[in-house]
């Protein structure tokens, strides 16, 4: 079956950085759009990067862009999110994310709607 397993996750303090990593099997990794979303207690979970199956097309949340990069390694089956500058506001539980196969280009914010498969999240936690 697929599974999405993410690492990485930690307690930083406000400035820091933290690199997540998410191991993809069981689905046609190279194919996928791949993507992070993060959520807070008792709050919707929101996109926050996602790229291209070839790696060629990115696209970033307003809140995250510039801090954040996203990156794959389809030799590896594997997803990066290099998040730095880390703020409070970016505490949240992080997701990893399998959806919309076969795009060329990314052109918006995905959607939950857009995603197929997840991962059961890792919590990075900054502290003022």
């Known amino acids: 079956q697929v599974q999405l397993v993410e690492s990485g996750g930690g307690t930083v303090q406000t400035g820091a950085s933290l690199r997540l990593s998410c191991a993809a099997s069981g689905l046609d990794f190279g194919v996928y759009t791949m993507s992070w979303f993060r959520q807070v207690p008792g709050k919707d979970r929101v996109f926050v990067a996602a790229?291209?199956?070839?790696?060629?097309?990115?696209y970033y949340s307003v809140s995250v862009s510039g801090r954040f990069t996203i990156s794959r390694d389809n030799d590896k089956n594997m997803v990066y999110l290099q998040m730095d500058s880390l703020k409070p506001e970016d505490m949240a539980l992080y997701f990893c994310?399998?959806?919309?196969?076969?795009?060329?280009?990314?052109?918006?914010?995905?959607?939950?709607?857009?995603?197929?498969?997840w991962g059961r999240g890792t919590q990075v936690t900054v502290s003022s």
């Open positions: 790229i291209t199956d070839t790696g060629d097309s990115t």
């Open positions: 994310a399998a959806g919309l196969p076969f795009v060329l280009r990314i052109v918006r914010p995905l959607s939950t709607k857009d995603v197929e498969h």
